[in-house]
């Protein structure tokens, strides 16, 4: 397993952007698949976004396609998610999660070995 740290959340008028980061301990974190989910409240936690260990492929939840981006940077054992054009629906603690060694892409909070503590990201109307 790997120990997972966000940051980068905050508050944000609707329209606005934010840049989150997670990251990991460990020199193996080219192995892990790395995802990003998010909960609000009284909601189930639910998928945003994932970056596969392998071939740099990326998967997003619908809700989120063309808005978001993940992107990692393994020398820095750190995966991002660029959230631009922010909605006051977009509102919830933001999750990073990391399923692996060697396992790829998963939609299911269940598939994640590893999860961060969160952070909250605020949007305003």
């Known amino acids: 397993q790997v120990q997972l740290v966000e940051s980068g959340g905050g508050s944000v008028q609707a329209g606005g952007s934010l840049r989150l980061s997670c990251t990991a301990s460990?020199?193996?974190?080219?192995?892990?698949?790395l995802g990003w989910f998010r909960q609000a409240p009284g909601k189930e936690r639910e998928f945003v976004a994932a970056?596969?260990?392998?071939?740099?492929?990326?998967y997003y939840a619908d809700s989120v396609k063309g808005q978001f981006t993940i992107s990692r940077d393994n020398a820095k054992n750190t995966v991002y998610l660029q959230m631009n054009s922010l909605k006051p629906e977009d509102s919830a603690v933001y999750y990073c999660?990391?399923?692996?060694?060697?396992?790829?892409?998963?939609?299911?909070?269940?598939?994640?070995?590893?999860w961060g503590q969160g952070t909250q990201v605020t949007v305003s109307p």
């Open positions: 460990g020199s193996t974190f080219s192995r892990y698949t």
């Open positions: 999660a990391a399923r692996g060694p060697y396992r790829g892409y998963s939609a299911s909070t269940r598939e994640y070995d590893s």
């Open positions: 970056a596969s260990w392998n071939g740099n492929r990326t």
